[in-house]
């Protein structure tokens, strides 16, 4: 069994997968700005489930809570960045700061927990650190730059740290969700019968998640999707954009 540390699972994905690893026996930390949701798993998982209100732009409060999650567990063997903003507009009418504030949350959130969790797992030898991507950072899509910017940066940050830590035995893996029915995707001008179930994700990635393979999904159907943004980004990102733009017109 694990030791999980996990960002922003006080809804959605990170809920559910924070419930299915609690069931499979692991203990789960959850750091998150909101945490009412948590209470009754708290107890229905006595010693198992521990939660901290924390700001993952916050680099003191996530440093407190993980030196308090090492006093409980000993040791961390997984820590997931799954907190995230996503915002919508297009470019000429989204303002700088929507920009900055997005890689505050996505992507200096990320390396904010990195940074604070590396020194134990160096000190044990080993270790998983799992950031939740997106396919449009890979491939691009129309109204949400920021968010899929900060997605591409952490590709890349995951990249490079797998390769830097190899030696001392710490990976660095990519989590790749499909779009799904969650809050911040709620605006999305997507048919929700095309979003997935945050259950099924959270659960199936749950199930996933001693995977040694770079990209984790939920799925087979999911990581067929996920090759094929990789193989031909433009191209899907291009598709992706053209649908839900005749879905738009659409609804005109």
Do not use: W
Not at 22 to 44: H, I, M, P, Y
Not at 73 to 93: M, V
Not at 230 to 249: A, D, E, Q
Request: glycine share 6%; aromatic share 12%; charged share 20%.
């Amino acid at each position: 069994m694990s030791n999980i540390v996990i960002t922003g699972a006080n809804q959605g994905i990170g809920y559910y997968f924070m419930e299915q690893a609690l069931k499979d026996g692991n203990k789960v930390a959850v750091l998150d700005v909101d945490t009412e949701s948590l209470e009754r798993l708290a107890q229905l998982f006595p010693n198992k489930l521990f939660y901290y209100k924390a700001d993952v732009c916050d680099e003191m409060q996530i440093r407190i809570a993980i030196a308090d999650i090492i006093k409980k567990f000993q040791r961390i063997d997984i820590a997931i960045h799954n907190a995230c903003l996503c915002t919508f507009g297009k470019e000429t009418t989204t303002d700088f700061n929507i920009y900055e504030r997005s890689f505050d949350v996505n992507y200096y959130g990320a390396l904010r927990l990195v940074k604070s969790v590396l020194p134990y797992m160096q000190a044990q030898k080993y270790g998983k650190v799992i950031f939740t991507s997106s396919g449009v950072g890979v491939t691009g899509f129309i109204g949400i730059s920021p968010y899929a910017s900060t997605k591409g940066a952490l590709e890349a940050l995951a990249k490079c740290l797998n390769l830097e830590y190899a030696s001392v035995g710490v990976t660095f893996h990519i989590i790749h969700p499909p779009l799904t029915r969650t809050k911040s995707a709620e605006p999305l001008p997507v048919p929700k019968e095309f979003m997935a179930d945050p259950q099924k994700v959270g659960y199936g990635l749950a199930k996933h998640i001693t995977s040694k393979r770079f990209i984790i999904c939920h799925g087979f159907v999911q990581k067929i999707q996920t090759i094929a943004c990789y193989l031909f980004p433009i191209k899907m990102g291009k598709l992706m954009s053209k649908m839900t733009l005749r879905y738009i017109n659409s609804e005109k």
